[in-house]
């Protein structure tokens, strides 16, 4: 009944399926995603669900699935990330300081994270469907020096910070600071946290940043498929404990994400077209 209902929402003819694009991942759209079994379909498009059972009973599960977006939700969000002449994704500049950034009236959601937490990788996979994007993607951790602007047609901004911690920029403060404290159209800020690992000293460090702005913000767990439920679970309880305690601005819900297998990709496009695209969801969504 899932793979039904999603392959009638997504019927040949939608412009999801009428662009042309090159070296496409083989999950990049829903429509190929459908294609799987029913479980893998739920746990490709809600990650947590495939974590879900190995809680204990008491845990109160509300707080991961505060959104939780309808298929046909989840199709409006792809066309937003789907090229096309009148709606071109993009690179579109490189700074050090925001007073090298040209002043853009569509909103912006930046993503910030330790170095190889998987930022590049993920903001990638966000763009699977515009493959032409050139998202610069190392193995070696601090690649990326600068802020990297990525327009999504006039809806808004994708931003790419430069990670911290290992191989840091030297003016990493001076360059990401100022832009989270004073840029007027930032809607989002996404904190990225291995999930794999758990929150660390610089995470936390990061978190705190992120508080003193008083701007909303959110945080995304990567690397989900590189560690056992037992250890994903554990650290997203220790997660949720200090979001509780010591966060006033931050979504309750954490996003999973695994840029690897592509789980929870769908869902973080859904979060950011909701809140920086101007989609209309279903009232069960929330932000």
Known sequence: MFCLRLRLSLKPGTSVFTVKVHRVHKLASLHKAVTLPPKKVQNILYPFSSVEPYLDRSVDRTPFQLFHPSLEDLVKAEKVFCPSPSHKIDYFISAERVVQIPALRQPEVCFIGRSNVGKSSLIKCLFALAPDVEVRVSKTPGHTKKMNFFKVGKAFTIV?????????????????????????????????????????????????????????????????????????????????????????????????????NFWGIYLLRCFIAHVAGGIRLRESSHS
Do not use: W
């Open 160 to 260: 790419d910070m430069p990670g911290y911690g290992y191989r840091e920029p030297k003016d990493f403060v001076e360059m990401v600071e100022p832009y989270l404290y004073t840029r007027t159209n930032l809607v989002r800020t996404f904190l990225l946290v291995d999930g794999s690992v758990g929150l660390q000293k610089a995470d936390l460090l990061a978190l705190e940043m992120c508080e003193d702005t008083r701007r909303p913000y959110v945080i995304v767990v990567t690397k989900i498929d590189k560690c056992n439920h037992g250890t994903l679970l554990m650290n997203l309880m220790n997660l949720q404990d200090v979001v509780n305690s010591q966060t006033s601005s931050c979504f309750p819900q954490p996003f999973l994400v695994s840029s690897h």
